[in-house]
C-alpha cells in the first residue's frame, strides 16, 4: 500500500525541479523493494505487485524526463509517412519539405519549444520509431493517448520479459522467485512505465534472445537480438561474448542473419544521410555532452587542473575506446561461457561500458537490473536505486549537478562492488554444469 502510495505521488505530484520531494518518494519505493525481496512474498503476489504499480502510471504525464515530446514528435512525422532522421526539429519548421502539407505543422510548433534537443538529429532507431508512429498514428491530436498506448506496449514487453525471466531462471540454476528483483525494482517501474524510455523492450528481446539461444534456433536468437539493437544500439555489446561462445561457423552465421535483420529493420528509414546524421548524433554524444559520470568526471577533473580547460572533446572518444577494449578483454577473460553464464558477464560488460561513459541517465541501468537476476552480484539494484540522485540537477533550469551527491552515488556503488567480490559473495563463473541445461557443459 505504502509502495503504490510512493508511486502515485511520483506519477501526479511530482514536479521534477522538486528533488526533495522525488527523493523521499523514490527513498520509500526502495525501502519497500527491498523489504519485498526479504519476505517471504510470494511469486504470485509479488507478479500482482509488479503489475499494479505500472498500471498506476498509465494515463500519467511524465514529469521527470520530457524525453516524451521528441518521441512523439518523431511519431507524428512517421505517422505522416516523413523520415525522422532527415532534419532536425529546427531544421523542418524553418524550411519545411515541398510536401509538408501533409504534416500536422499546428501540432509540430506547439511541440518544438517543448524539446530538449531541437538543434540535434533523431537518436532513436527503428523499433522505437515504429511504435512512436503506431501511438501517433492511433491518437494524432491527443498526448495523453499517444502516451497510453506507448505504455501498453511498454507493458507488454514487461510482461514477456517476466514470463521469460521465470522460464530461463530456473534453467540457469537461480530460484524463479529472482524475477521478482527485476519486476518490482523502482528504476524499472518509474523509468519505463513513468517516463515511457525503451529500456523495457531491450530487457523483453534479450531474454527472447537468450531463451532461443538455449532452445538452440541460432537464426531466430540473431532476429530477437537485432530487434533489441533496433530498439538500443548497446545490446551489439553482446556479440563479442557470443564470438567466444559460439563455434566460428555458428557466429558468422549468427552475424549474418543478425546484419540482414537489421538491414530489413532500417530499410524504411534508408536515405544518403541517415548514416551522416547518426554518426554526427553519435559524435557529439562523444563529444559534447556529459552527465552522471564516474570515471570520466575524475579525468576531466584532473585534466582541468592540469591543463586548465574542459577535455570532453578528448575523453570522450579516448573512454569511448577503452570500453571497447574493455568488452573484448572481459570476452576473453570469460573463456567459452556456458550459456547459462551469458548474462552475468553481460552484466559485467555493460558496467564497464557505463563506469568509461560519459553519460549514464538513470534510464540506461534497466537492463543491468535485469540481467542482475542471472548474477550474484547485486551491486547492478544499488546503483540502480542511487542513480536517482542524477535528478538533483534538474532542481534549476541551469541543470547544476552536485559533485557530492555523484561521488556519493558511485562512493557507494564502488564500495559494494568491491565488498561483493572480496568478500566470497561473488563467484566467477557464478553456476556449475549442473545448473546448465542438457547438453550444456562448463568450460
Known sequence: MLTGAAYWGLAYATPRPQFGQLLGLFAVAGAAYAWLLHTRLSLRWGLAAALVFRLLWLPATPALSDDFYRFRWDGLLVSHGHNPFAKTPQQLLQAPPPDSASLPLPELRCLLPRLNSPM???VYPPVCQGLYGAAAKAF?????????VVRLVLLLADAGAAALLLWLLPLAG????????????PLAVVEVMGNVHMEGVVVCFLLLAGALLVRRKLRLAAGALALAVATKLLPLLALPLLARRLRK?????????LAGSLAL??????SWTLLLHIGLSLDLYFQSFEFNASVFYVLWAAGKWLVGYDLVGILGP?????AAGFTWWLARRAGRPPLATLPHWLLLTLSGY?????????????PLVALSCFSPLRYARVWAVLAVLSYSAYRTPA??????????EYGVVLAWAVAEYYLGQAKWPPLSARHLPSGEHAK
Open 174 to 185: 537461480w530460484p524463479a522467485r529472482r524475477a521478482l528483483a527485476y519486476l518490482l525494482h
Open 249 to 257: 561457423t555458428q557466429f558468422w552465421q549468427f552475424i549474418g542473419v
Open 140 to 148: 494524432p491530436c491527443s498526448q495523453t493517448g499517444f502516451l497510453v
Open 318 to 322: 579516448l573512454l569511448g575506446l577503452s
Open 354 to 366: 557505463f563506469a568509461l561513459a560519459t553519460i549514464v541517465h538513470p534510464w540506461y541501468l534497466v
Open 120 to 122: 540535434y538529429f533523431s
Open 399 to 408: 541543470y547544476a549537478e552536485s559533485g557530492l551527491l555523484v561521488t556519493i
Open 265 to 270: 529493420l532500417f530499410l524504411p528509414f534508408a
